[in-house]
């Protein structure tokens, strides 16, 4: 029969309000790391990187943070808008000496905006 | 604009059958590559492609092949579909290592049913 899958993380949030998407990664190794947005019926699209060598970044409206000590990379949101609902994936980078630029993601934040 | 093109947004197909899913890229990227989407589970690496004619295994390649034959086309290949196969699947494709950026390109996916 059809597989059920996990739970997906929700996070609800006001129109206006900030946003702050949490992610845990695993491999002290990785380099690199990336946000993903993924509205429904479309692919995964970039929003924002960052490599190991940098705490925060900043693009429009989004700044990621990261914390090598406890690996923890977060996305905020400034301003959150109606167009922000989507799901939300951190990717890294679990090896800089492997070909192909593999990514290794997240399970995913769901954020809803509500009006 | 980079552009990554997948055959079909939606198919269905029976146990047993085989599938070929294709993914075309149009700004000359190295690298290509597929993922199973799940719920909760975010996005997993079936196969993936560093140059024509070579391949590497990803996370879950078992009832999974892949082709490469030209540089902009990647094939997925599921020899005998099985319901467990039912997922979304995702192409992806990107330049090898460029001003330290990993960002991989995403097609808009393929709802594959099996039945």
């Known amino acids: 029969g059809e597989s059920v899958g996990l739970h997906l993380p929700t996070l609800s949030v006001q129109e206006g309000d900030n946003s702050i998407i949490n992610c845990a990664y695993s491999?002290?190794?990785?380099?690199?790391f990336i946000w993903y947005k993924q509205e429904s019926g479309k692919g995964p699209q970039f929003i924002i990187d960052?490599?190991?060598?940098?705490d925060k970044r900043q693009g429009q409206r989004v700044t990621v943070l990261l914390n090598k000590t406890v690996k923890h990379l977060s996305l905020q949101i400034a301003a959150t808008q109606p167009g922000d609902s989507a799901v939300y994936f951190c990717a890294e980078n679990p090896s800089i000496k492997a070909a192909g630029n593999k990514l290794t993601f997240g399970g995913g934040t769901r954020v809803l905006v509500k009006p | 604009d980079v552009k990554v093109t997948q055959s079909s947004r939606y198919l269905v197909k029976r146990t047993g059958e085989k599938v070929f899913l294709e993914c075309v890229q149009d700004m000359d990227h190295e690298n290509m590559f597929w993922y199973r989407q799940d719920p909760g589970l975010g996005l997993r690496l079936i196969y993936f492609s560093y140059d024509v004619k070579m391949k590497e295994k990803g996370d879950i390649p078992e009832g999974y092949s892949v082709s490469r034959e030209k540089k902009e086309r990647f094939s997925l290949i599921l020899e005998s579909a099985s319901t467990n196969q039912t997922s979304m699947y995702l192409c992806?494709?990107?330049?090898?290592?460029?001003?330290?950026?990993?960002?991989?390109?995403f097609g808009p996916g393929t709802r594959l049913t099996v039945t």
């Open positions: 960052i490599r190991s060598n940098m």
């Open positions: 992806a494709s990107s330049q090898t290592r460029v001003r330290g950026s990993y960002e991989q390109y």
């Open positions: 491999n002290s190794a990785s380099d690199y």
